[in-house]
């Protein structure tokens, strides 16, 4: 959500569909609407383009032309073939969208300046991955600027200077990107300096970035460029002496800032800072009744693996209890390129109360660690990025932290097929799994991917799981080896299977065909599948579902309090 000015309220939401005659399956698609308080009136922002849906596939945008009130501009699908073309919508005064740019059919990324001129367009081929960045002070005025080809990602416009004079752009290089300034009248690009864990800071609403922000460890820091945002964020700092505290939104004059607070006696609340009395008022906390005292210590640790790869990880242990001797669950996340981090986590927070420490291993193949660190995943699916979970069990059994005894393993997506695999490809390690939406097969997840561009096995998101998996293709027989579902009878524990019935990304199929295979074998499973559910857990009766049918399970196969 974003304000386009006092009274017009931006909401963009996610839905489930088909689109008829554009795709040939269900996918998730994100759709743009607008609210007007004085009005009360609401409307969809593309609906009545010419040709166009109302489905966002990129960034929506507030502008502000010199001489017109404040507008949108919107990435969305125009149609003028066959297939749909990234296109840009102008959303004025008029209530009709008007097209401002057309991309071509391979354009996969468009940037605006403050003024909504457009800046920038990125175009990769979906087959061969060859990409080219333009650049220029207008549509007409685009330039090629770089050139090159990636098999699984593209460069992308990440922001625009507040005077709209460059652009910054990431290139991909192996795991890792390179980071450039583009300067828009000349086209010359100056290399930035970047690190892991480094992301854009944008002005609510647009693509100006007003600072870099960094997350690394346990600590998360920000580089503003206006030195006096410098000065306002070192008294914010210091007046929330030892909390954790992000930036969630700020107004167009950045005279008022809506901080996320977390720690230090803060618990996990919204605040609202008011730059000219220097003050900070509490809004609310994010959840109703989890105050300071119900948050559960957090903590960033290292752990080596068997190989001597250093794996960083975090640790929740639960409030009240000396951290020796725990029941454990482990939590590897999504993607596989993915993370976690220091702030707060429903999820093992919610373990955590319930007497558990929470181990988030950040596995090689994990991104935001380095290249190194991410590229040394590939082809490990089911080997080392797996024996990195149990290593990283073996560390805190041998430092006294948990019980090794009593583990069990839970995971959603990549982190639900971890956990399917610590049961099947693993053997005697965990009493129990729960798998959220994981991946049984993956020769079906590598099919399901080509189904979901079209049929095609040339596009990025098939080249992205050849390349981890280290696999030719589908048929490969290592597949076989790796998925749980074909290992199912060497299942040595209670599995309990939560799927999305409208889930796009891991289709429902990965745990029903999961159960009939366990079911067959003879071996202990529960299915709950989740009404109206995608791949995100994105509402909150179904998190609150997933969370009551996880903690019954748990206690009954590995309960806190022993036995």
């Known amino acids: ?295 559960n210590e957090r903590r960033y640790i290292r752990f080596k693996a068997g190989d001597g790869l250093e794996i960083p990880a975090y640790l929740t242990l639960p409030t009240g209890r000396p951290a020796k001797g725990l029941p454990l669950i482990v939590l590897p996340h999504g993607g596989p390129a993915a993370r976690d981090d220091i702030g707060f986590d429903w999820w093992s927070q919610a373990y955590a109360a319930m007497g558990y420490a929470v181990l988030q291993p950040q596995f090689r193949g994990s991104a935001g660690f380095g290249a190194a660190h991410q590229s040394a995943g590939d082809g490990e699916v089911g080997g080392r990025m797996q024996t990195d979970l149990s290593d990283g069990v073996a560390d805190l059994v041998r430092t006294g932290v948990a019980d090794p005894a009593r583990v069990a393993i839970v995971g959603a997506s990549y982190g639900g097929y971890a956990a399917l695999a610590g049961v099947t490809l693993q053997s005697g390690l965990y009493r129990c799994a729960v798998s959220v939406a994981g991946v049984s097969d993956w020769a079906q997840a590598v099919r399901d991917s080509a189904i979901a561009a079209g049929g095609s096995t040339r596009t990025r998101s098939v080249r992205y799981w050849r390349q981890v998996l280290r696999v030719a293709d589908e048929k490969d027989p290592k597949l076989t080896g790796i998925s749980p579902r074909l290992q199912a009878s060497r299942a040595s524990a209670p599995i309990l299977l939560i799927h999305g019935a409208d889930d796009t990304v891991v289709k429902i199929a990965h745990s029903t065909k999961m159960e009939e295979a366990l079911r067959k074998s003879g071996k202990p499973v529960e299915m709950l599948t989740l009404k109206g559910e995608d791949h995100w857990l994105s509402s909150e009766d179904t998190r609150v579902q997933m969370l009551t049918a996880s903690s019954r399970f748990l206690k009954t196969c590995n309960p806190p309090g022993g036995a």
């Open 1 to 295: 959500m974003f304000w386009i000015d006092d009274d017009r309220l931006v909401i963009i939401r996610s839905i489930t569909s088909r689109i008829e005659g554009v795709m040939a399956v269900k996918g998730e698609q994100f759709v743009a609407l607008e609210h007007n308080f004085r009005t009360r009136r609401g409307r969809p922002l593309l609906a009545d383009g010419d040709r166009a849906l109302n489905t966002v596939v990129g960034d929506v945008v507030r502008v502000q032309p010199p001489t017109r009130p404040a507008s949108l501009i919107l990435g969305g699908m125009n149609f003028p073939q066959s297939t749909g073309v990234y296109t840009l919508f102008e959303q004025g005064a008029s209530g009709r969208p008007e097209v401002v740019a057309q991309g071509q059919r391979d354009t996969v990324d468009w940037i605006v300046g403050p003024d909504g001129t457009v800046l920038g367009e990125v175009r990769q081929s979906r087959t061969s991955g060859n990409w080219q960045v333009l650049v220029g002070p207008g549509i007409k005025s685009l330039k090629p600027v770089r050139e090159g080809s990636h098999q699984t990602r593209a460069p992308a416009l990440r922001g625009v200077s507040p005077d709209g004079s460059a652009v910054y752009l990431s290139i991909p290089v192996d795991d890792d990107y390179t980071l450039f300034r583009v300067d828009v009248a000349s086209g010359q690009m100056t290399e930035i300096p970047s690190d892991q864990g480094q992301t854009f800071v944008h002005e609510d609403g647009t693509l100006v970035v007003v600072a870099v922000a960094r997350s690394i460890g346990d600590d998360l820091t920000y580089d503003w460029s206006n030195p006096q945002d410098r000065e306002l964020w070192a008294a914010v700092t210091k007046g929330f002496k030892g909390a954790r505290v992000e930036v969630v939104s700020m107004s167009a004059a950045r005279d008022r800032l809506i901080l996320l607070a977390e720690g230090g006696g803060y618990g996990y609340g919204y605040y609202l800072l008011d730059r000219k009395s220097g003050r900070a008022s509490f809004l609310s906390d994010v959840y109703a009744g989890i105050g300071p005292e119900a948050i």
